[in-house]
């Protein structure tokens, strides 16, 4: 984990996270901390690692996200050598799937 980001601004950001309940209260709550482009463009790079996952190309994320090739490659990076958190996620949303 990244000690520069350990504060407790973060910790107090991520309790709040943690105490939403479901889909709509997720929208409002971050409806009011992010921008558009800001809220955009964290589920782009979602999108962008999932297709990574599943082993999509570059030219096949490029497509269907919009993502430039520098921000597929910092995912990417991120999910080859990360803290293994997109592994973590994708696994639980896997096992909540029907």
């Given at each position: 984990?990244n000690k520069k980001i350990k504060t407790d ?67 990417n990076r991120s999910v080859n050598y990360g ?16």
């Amino acid at each position: 984990m990244n000690k520069k980001i350990k504060t407790d601004a973060v910790d107090f950001l991520f309790d709040a996270i943690l105490c939403l309940k479901n889909r709509e209260e997720c929208y409002g709550f971050f409806e009011d901390l992010c921008t558009v482009n800001e809220l955009l463009s964290l589920s782009q790079r979602f999108e962008v690692a999932a297709m990574l996952k599943k082993r999509r190309t570059y030219l096949e994320i490029a497509e269907k996200t919009g993502a430039s090739t520098a921000t597929i490659s910092r995912v990417n990076r991120s999910v080859n050598y990360g803290n293994d958190g997109y592994d973590m996620v994708f696994s639980r949303m896997e096992k909540d799937e029907p």
